[in-house]
């Protein structure tokens, strides 16, 4: 029986894999699956494992046909909804309001709000209650990513089966009545749910993101950002609801029901309730699906007084989680609750060393497929930190919440996680934190898969395995970070500019401006958002990871504009910078002083004007002339060959400028020319258009800006010159890509060239 439940959760796993996320490796796996089913040449074991899995073949495909069409569901400005929305799945920061609302369809949706005024915020942040709603919202599919590499939501949210968000217009807000017992029973663990959220961030930090992850199942921003070492070592599993909290909370209850002599019988019953009840008190995560069904498995082993086997209490657990979320193992965390369950039920006769780093290599590939970073010291560190945690952080984190209302305790409770937060994050910053950059998803799997062969009973399987490892790490490494090709590259990141030089093999790495975000006036100290990510780390800093880079060799700076340098603050403390280059004066500007001089940590600053060359540089400077104060008349202009191509960018310099530039290289030939000034008719001088003829033009411009960039009259030129015209608005990022003399365009979101000399 253990055996045919084995095979069938793992055929019916890869049958997911195909029919919600169809692909080279999907396929492979499934195909993998029913050669190893039929290699069992069993007919009554291969009837069983078909019997299985076909109502489960037949339940994805009818739930897929129906995901598919809430997906086809058309955007509408003016949409009424009706729903009801959890207290403790609002989140609230500065003027806006998220939450996941549940409509009367039973469908699912992202609900964005912009808070009118100070006093409505605070009444929502005391809101502790179930709340219905009716709006009139826009309706529209939630964006996928517009950047290579980026953090896919739309897929994300997909495998929730939400496929659109909401943007509230106006509303009207009511506490929601249960209908039912059940109903309300539910609605009564969410409202003490978010009344334990709120009681623990009054607690003082560290105390408040431990409890309200340890205790309350949920992840606050404050975690991430007040503790980077957490997320550097890979200790996040420590802090997300898992078997761990469950384990922990079934260890505590039976003490306590021994304590007490309560007959083994109740004990089991009112532990299997506490069990569903603390998954809905938790807000009902899907990774912690499968934490509670293997609790209740062992419950029921426990009660019948039966053996059942570790490996049939993980096939159920994984056959229950796909039932109820089918695309659970298409998210990281699905995927590291059941190969590390995996791993601990096979791995039984193991040393505490083996079993830890067996982990630690199972884990590796399925991470780095997204976090891109692995620090070397992160097994040993968990090797640490793992008992810490379970024998002294976490009744002391459940000291400092349930004794809240005991000053003394609190206090010393956080003292002793706040040293333990302070030596997590001292441990972050030692020497070894490894840039891996985006390995190919089948060379991930054949990682997975060795990695779970170096540990086989069979000593010529595990040399084999050991081997075959090493090299298709060393293959995954030669493939990221000594490719053969080289790009020049333009980020999509809103309304500034931002783009990237790689010479083929990681040769030099040169950023043409960081991009960031133009504040108009002070914002009242309610609207300003606490934690805020910028698109400098989400994209730029993301992309140079995904591609194993760690260092910038020349990082240039066109001019003072926040959109142009805002996010350098960001590019310097997250990546190590050799080389500042600005135009000659920008030095004594204050904008240099502020966003940049305190930044700079061993990076070298070089004010440059177009007869200073800086070595290592792919472009030749060509503007500014004279030195000047940093303004859009004062921009560095690069000029050079790339890949079979002249290419040219100039930041925000004007049309006079160019003009400038024109008669100063005469013989000047132009093939890829990035527009300047994000498109604007101050920019792109039609005479110099029509002396340069370039074959292809690049805006750098925000959705839905201010400004209306890019200019009717800077398209039409273009338009009269017939350049293919490619815009980040439509487009997304946007990559030349070349080897040799040789090279081709990418976009992210493919989109017909001619349409991009569309106004806004």
């Given amino acids: 029986m253990a055996r045919i439940l084995m095979f069938a959760s793992l055929l019916i796993a890869s049958l997911t894999g195909i029919i919600y996320y169809s692909c080279a490796v999907t396929w492979f796996l499934f195909t993998f699956m029913v ?25 994805f495909i009818y739930n897929s046909h129906c995901l598919q069409q809430q997906v ?17 799945d609002i989140q609230i920061d500065g003027a806006n309001l998220k939450a996941t609302a549940q409509l009367d369809n039973h469908e699912k949706v992202k609900l964005y709000w912009l808070f009118p005024d100070e006093k409505i915020k605070n009444m929502w942040l005391e809101n502790n209650k179930v709340i219905c709603f009716q709006a009139e919202a826009e309706l529209t599919r939630i964006p996928g990513p517009t950047n290579f590499n980026q953090f896919d939501s739309q897929k994300f949210y997909l495998t929730k089966s939400i496929t659109h968000q909401i943007n509230i217009k106006s509303w009207y807000t009511e506490v929601a009545k249960p209908s039912t017992l059940l109903q309300k029973i539910r609605y009564q663990l969410h409202e003490w749910h978010s009344v334990g959220i709120h009681n623990a961030e ?18 606050p921003h404050s975690l991430y950002e007040d503790n980077p070492g957490v997320q550097t070592l890979g200790l996040i599993h420590l802090f997300s609801v898992s078997g761990f909290h469950v384990t922990f909370l079934m260890t505590l209850l039976m003490q306590i029901s021994r304590r007490i002599w309560l007959p083994k019988e109740y004990t089991i019953l009112v532990l299997s309730i506490i069990l569903i009840a603390y998954f809905i008190f938790a807000g009902e995560p899907d990774v912690l699906i499968r934490s509670i069904i293997s ?11 039966k053996k059942i086997k570790a490996q049939v209490i993980w096939s159920l657990s994984l056959l229950f989680s796909l039932a109820m979320v089918p695309q659970i193992l298409l998210t990281l965390g699905g995927q590291l609750s059941f190969a590390l369950t995996f791993c601990l039920t096979f791995a039984q006769k193991l040393t505490f060393w083996q079993t830890n780093i067996l982990m630690s290599l199972v884990s590796f590939p399925l991470i780095i497929q997204q976090q891109y970073t692995w620090h070397i010291l992160q097994t040993f560190i968990n090797f640490a930190a793992i008992p810490i945690f379970g024998t002294v952080i976490v009744p002391l984190v459940m000291i400092g919440f349930f004794g809240q209302y005991i000053p003394f305790l609190t206090y010393i409770t956080n003292l002793i996680i706040r040293y ?14 490894f840039v891996v950059g985006k390995i190919p998803n089948a060379l991930a799997a054949i990682l997975l898969f060795l990695a779970l062969g170096m540990f086989a009973r069979e000593a010529k399987i595990k040399h084999i395995s050991r081997i075959s490892w090493l090299v298709s790490f060393s293959v995954a490494m030669i493939f990221v970070h000594l490719p053969y090709h080289g790009e020049f590259a333009t980020f999509d990141i809103g309304q500034g500019d931002a783009a990237v030089i790689r010479e083929p093999y990681n040769k030099t790495i040169t950023l043409i401006d960081t991009g960031g975000k133009v504040t108009f006036g002070e914002q009242p100290a309610w609207q300003k958002q606490k934690y805020f990510r910028t698109n400098g780390e989400t994209v730029i800093v993301n992309y140079l990871h995904s591609r194993g ?52 940590r061993s990076a070298q600053v070089t004010e440059v004007t177009n007869n200073i060359q800086v070595s290592k540089l792919p472009l030749q400077i060509v503007h500014p002339f004279k030195s000047g104060q940093a303004k859009n008349e004062d921009c560095i202009a690069l000029f050079g060959h790339i890949g079979g191509k002249n290419i040219f960018t100039a930041g925000d310099l004007d049309q006079s400028g160019e003009k400038q530039i024109a008669n100063f ?5 132009v093939d890829i020319l990035k527009f300047g000034h994000h498109g604007s008719k101050t920019s792109t001088n039609p005479e110099v258009i029509n002396k340069w003829h370039p074959e292809i033009g690049i805006i750098s411009a925000g959705r839905n800006n201010r400004y209306n960039h890019p200019n009717k009259e800077t398209l039409e030129t273009a338009q009269n010159n017939k350049m293919t015209v490619f815009n980040t608005q439509i487009n997304g990022m946007m990559c030349y890509e070349y080897s040799g003399l040789n090279g081709h365009f990418k976009v992210k979101i493919p989109h017909e060239p001619k349409t991009t000399t569309t106004a806004n």
């Fill in 295 to 305: 609790g209740e498995l062992i419950l029921l082993k426990d009660l019948t007084n």
């Fill in 202 to 219: 009054r607690l003082p930090s560290p105390l408040s993101a431990y409890a309200e992850a340890l205790i309350l199942g949920t992840t």
């Fill in 72 to 88: 086809n569901q058309k955007n509408d400005k003016q949409h009424h909804v009706r729903g009801i929305i959890f207290p403790d």
């Fill in 420 to 433: 333990f937060a302070y030596m997590v994050d001292l441990c972050g910053t030692l020497p070894g934190n």
């Fill in 665 to 669: 290289f005469p013989d000047m030939h």
């Fill in 35 to 59: 050669v190893l089913c039929s290699w069992q040449r069993q007919i009554d074991f291969l009837f069983k494992i078909l019997l299985l899995t076909l109502p489960f073949m037949v339940y």
């Fill in 549 to 600: 880079i760690s260092k910038i060799d020349n990082l240039v700076l066109s001019h003072h504009d926040q959109d142009h340098i805002g996010n350098a603050k960001v590019i310097l403390t997250k990546m190590n910078v050799k080389n500042v280059i600005i135009p000659a004066g920008m030095m004594q500007q204050s904008s240099f002083k502020t966003e940049i001089k305190p930044y700079l």
